[in-house]
């Protein structure tokens, strides 16, 4: 089999072990629905693949730390801090893994800081530099047969 695919393999990504988690929960934990903790879990792996520290780590790692990081912003609410070691429990039973494992808060102490990371300034970031970029080399530049990106392999 692996001859006939030329070794071209993937292995598992967190988005992967994210589902399987997702597909494994109850749909309600704590009055808090499974579909709610998934979206916020799903939108914390998204803006993690911004940190290159991510890439060593496991991916079954990183879905239970984005898992926690979801816990941990829903159950920010007054009201819905006391459900918040439930939910932890039962990521824990799931699992396998403790949310409070040095492992765990290690990814999530990475997720908090690509969280407060604001993309819209990023993508200011990328404008201006591009705009930059157009000013001191002039259009022709960038487009063409040439990469549209400023630094490209062509250029």
Request: with cysteine.
């Amino acid at each position: 089999i692996l001859f006939g695919v030329k070794w071209l393999l993937n292995g598992p990504t967190a988005m992967t072990f994210l589902e399987m988690y997702h597909n494994l929960m109850p749909s309600s934990i704590a009055g808090i629905t499974n579909d709610k903790i998934m979206q916020n879990a799903r939108y914390q792996i998204e803006l993690s693949t911004s940190d290159y520290k991510l890439v060593n780590q496991n991916p079954s790692n990183v879905a239970i730390a984005a898992m926690v990081q979801s816990v941990k912003k829903i159950t920010s609410a007054p009201e819905l801090t006391l459900s918040r070691p439930k939910l932890m429990k039962t990521i824990e039973n799931l699992t396998g893994v403790s949310g409070y494992s040095a492992s765990i808060r290690q990814i999530s102490k990475i997720m908090e800081r690509c969280d407060r990371m604001p993309i819209i300034q990023s993508r200011r970031h990328i404008d201006a530099t591009m705009s930059q970029t157009i000013k001191r080399h002039g259009t022709s530049k960038l487009h063409g047969s040439h990469s549209s990106s400023p630094r490209g392999i062509s250029n």
